[in-house]
């Protein structure tokens, strides 16, 4: 009986080791891809500005809303707008102004973003406006939007890779020299298992 919930408890740590493996390794892909994404628009952005849109118009006609994301140079933006108007058919007159419903790209020249200039925040990229529902004649609207830096991005994204690449280079290292990689246990006397931390030598295993 002690050794069935041993070999149990055994078995549920090895698969909880495994899941939280997996689940790290694709936080490292995933974080790695945005990386990467973030570099290409960096770059891109000195060259061309990327416009997505996503536009939505109710059937009464009073209501429109906009979901925005630029790429543009340094900066990334995002912003929702809706408008909610006091006499039907204005949001369709509204949305003449766009691109339509539904989704659509567009591309213009590239340039920064007048807005950051001031303060330090927005001198080193950042902007976030928490507009809600501001009257006027034609009804009420809410704009709230924000813009982060490419660099930071990069940064924020480049931590895990990061990490990843600096325990696979430490456990080479330790392979190299006898120790145990997980634990740094010495194994010249015993290569096929670690007595510190169990760890099995993929040999062996």
Same mark, same amino acid.
């Given at each position: 009986?002690?050794?069935?919930?041993?070999?149990?408890?055994?078995?549920?740590?090895?698969?909880?080791?495994?899941?939280?493996?997996?689940?790290?390794?694709?936080?490292?892909?995933?974080?790695?891809?945005?990386?990467?994404?973030?570099?290409? @628009? *960096?770059? /891109?952005?000195? !060259?061309?500005?990327?416009?997505?849109?996503?536009?939505?118009?109710? %059937?009464?006609?009073?209501? #429109?809303?906009?979901?925005?994301?630029?790429?543009?140079?340094?900066?990334?933006?995002?912003?929702?707008?809706?408008?909610?108007?006091?006499?039907?058919?204005?949001?369709?007159?509204?949305?003449?102004?766009?691109?339509?419903?539904?989704?659509?790209?567009?591309?213009?020249?590239?340039?920064?973003?007048?807005?950051?200039?001031?303060? @330090? *925040?927005? /001198?080193?990229? !950042?902007?976030?406006?928490?507009?809600?529902?501001?009257?006027?004649? %034609?009804?009420?609207?809410? #704009?709230?939007?924000?813009?982060?830096?490419?660099?930071?991005?990069?940064?924020?994204?480049?931590?895990?890779?990061?990490?990843?690449?600096?325990?696979?280079?430490?456990?080479?290292?330790?392979?190299?020299?006898?120790?145990?990689?997980?634990?740094?246990?010495?194994?010249?006397?015993?290569?096929?298992?670690?007595?510190?931390?169990?760890?099995?030598?993929?040999?062996?295993?």
């Amino acid at each position: 009986m002690r050794f069935a919930i041993c070999n149990l408890g055994s078995v549920i740590n090895a698969f909880v080791r495994r899941v939280l493996r997996i689940l790290w390794n694709g936080a490292v892909i995933l974080s790695l891809l945005v990386c990467v994404a973030a570099v290409v @628009l *960096w770059v /891109r952005g000195y !060259f061309v500005q990327d416009w997505w849109q996503y536009e939505v118009t109710n %059937s009464a006609g009073r209501r #429109w809303t906009g979901y925005t994301f630029v790429s543009t140079r340094d900066s990334l933006y995002v912003s929702v707008n809706d408008y909610r108007f006091k006499a039907a058919g204005e949001a369709e007159k509204y949305s003449q102004h766009y691109f339509g419903d539904g989704f659509s790209y567009h591309r213009f020249p590239s340039r920064k973003i007048d807005s950051l200039t001031g303060s @330090l *925040w927005k /001198r080193l990229g !950042f902007l976030v406006v928490l507009e809600y529902d501001t009257p006027d004649v %034609s009804g009420i609207s809410s #704009w709230p939007r924000a813009v982060v830096p490419n660099w930071f991005i990069v940064l924020i994204t480049a931590i895990l890779p990061a990490c990843w690449l600096v325990y696979a280079r430490r456990q080479r290292r330790r392979g190299r020299m006898g120790m145990c990689p997980k634990c740094g246990y010495d194994l010249r006397a015993t290569p096929e298992r670690c007595p510190e931390c169990g760890r099995v030598a993929e040999a062996a295993a």
